[in-house]
């Protein structure tokens, strides 16, 4: 055997391309995860023990339509925490300088336009022109 002076670590931690879940939407997941498998394997014992017609297959069908109710109340709850963070805590929408400018821009010409043509009221045929263009 050959003897190394600098052996390589046997963990190398390499960056991953998705950022880590926040830690109540993590925390959800797991649950999400343990109840959904406690709902299999409560199935699973429903179905061989109604295939074997043993007396526990009746209590364990119960127990399994119990587990799919809470299994599908934990997924709903995962994507609910996980849309409740991003709303308290995701990127704040906002517009940038240059939309904000344009748009300041278009409504002072806008306001001149009433204005100039206050006075003067269109033709009905051309409103309809301008609604109706083919």
């Known amino acids: 055997m050959e003897t190394v002076d600098d052996p390589q670590p046997l963990w190398t931690e ?3 391309g998705t950022p880590r879940m926040p830690d109540p939407v993590r925390n959800a997941a797991v649950r999400a ?3 959904v498998s406690v709902t299999l394997v409560a199935t699973m014992v429903a179905v061989l023990g109604a295939l074997a017609r043993a007396w526990m297959a009746a209590p364990s069908v119960l127990l399994a ?4 109710i809470a299994a599908t109340w934990a997924v709903l709850d995962v994507w609910v925490t996980r849309q409740v963070w991003n709303q308290r805590h995701g990127v704040l929408s906002s517009p940038s300088s240059a939309a904000r400018r344009l748009r300041r821009e278009r409504r ?3 306001r001149a336009g009433r204005a100039r ?4 009221t269109a033709r009905p045929e051309a409103r309809r022109d ?4 083919a």
Not at 117 to 120: E, F, I
Not at 130 to 133: D, G, K, P
């Open 108 to 110: 002072r010409a806008r």
């Open 65 to 68: 339509i119990a587990c799919t």
């Open 33 to 35: 995860v343990i109840s």
């Open 14 to 16: 390499e960056p991953v």
């Open 130 to 133: 301008l609604l109706f263009r």
């Open 117 to 120: 043509g206050a006075g003067r």
